[in-house]
């Protein structure tokens, strides 16, 4: 029997990196994925990969931050895959503009905590009681290896937001755990997605990265979907609150334990 048979599983942003490899590994493990994404147009692509492997999948178009939007895609979920049983609250934003707090705008900055903070509040918000009424199951947050040890370079906002990512996690991990639901909070470190390429597109910038990194290279997103797959799972059936590095070595060779 497959890993994920007969688990819906609901990811947003998986029309691109992360959110699409996990959708995709997902599927392959047996689950029904709800591809949640802004962007119709990837998220359609993603459910065509799927479908074409030989998985099971459907869209829901909805920007994360928008309380309606969520709201209507969690239900729809539920009516049209039985319910939610893996919660991967994925979808992110890294906007010019972050950079130090008295450089950044306030704008930019409400739109990263808009996207990567209340839109996995809302995901939990909606998909909390789906989940309860599915007999339980997994969440997954994405955070960031920055939530742990801070950023190489000025990010405010998105490190902000995922800090709050992490901690938010960790309390809905002790308020659930007894219920059936386990929440834990993915921590990457930097992975060779669109949205990363873009920001290292100079050479010196991405050299700058690279040096921090034991492992002397970017992640891929197909790597860290591994982790996903591993935390949606039965295999990690004891494995709740947690700040999941996969990081290359990162936090290890930069963060002291007290």
Not at 125 to 146: C, E, Q
Not at 230 to 247: K, N, P, R
Request: charge should be negative.
């Amino acid at each position: 029997m497959k890993a994920l048979q007969d688990k819906t599983a609901f990811i947003t942003g998986a029309g691109s990196g992360i959110g699409r490899e996990s959708a995709l590994k997902m599927a392959a493990a047996g689950a029904q994925v709800v591809v949640c994404e802004r962007d119709e147009e990837a998220g359609r692509r993603s459910v065509e990969s799927i479908e074409e492997a030989g998985g099971s999948a459907f869209l829901v178009v909805a920007d994360v931050s928008d309380d309606a939007q969520m709201r209507e895609a969690i239900e729809t979920a539920c009516s049209r895959g039985g319910g939610i049983h893996v919660l991967f609250n994925n979808a992110g934003i890294f906007p010019d503009g972050d950079g130090s707090p008295v450089d950044t705008p306030l704008d930019i900055w409400q739109w990263v905590i808009d996207v990567n903070l209340k839109g996995v509040f809302l995901g939990c918000k909606y998909g909390i009681p789906a989940m309860l009424d599915s007999g339980g199951g997994s969440i997954i947050n994405t955070a960031s290896f920055v939530a742990v040890m801070g950023a190489a370079t000025s990010q405010i906002a998105y490190t902000a937001s995922k800090g709050g990512v992490l901690a938010m996690t960790r309390e809905i991990a002790v308020e659930y755990a007894r219920q059936g639901i386990r929440a834990n909070a993915l921590c990457p470190g930097p992975v060779r997605t669109p949205l990363l390429e873009e920001f290292l597109s100079d050479p010196d910038v991405k050299a700058r990265r690279l040096v921090h990194i034991p492992m002397g290279r970017l992640a891929e997103a197909e790597e860290i979907a591994n982790a996903v797959l591993f935390l949606a799972s039965e295999a990690s059936a004891y494995v709740t609150g947690t700040t999941f590095l996969v990081d290359g070595g990162i936090a290890a060779a930069y963060v002291t334990p007290e």
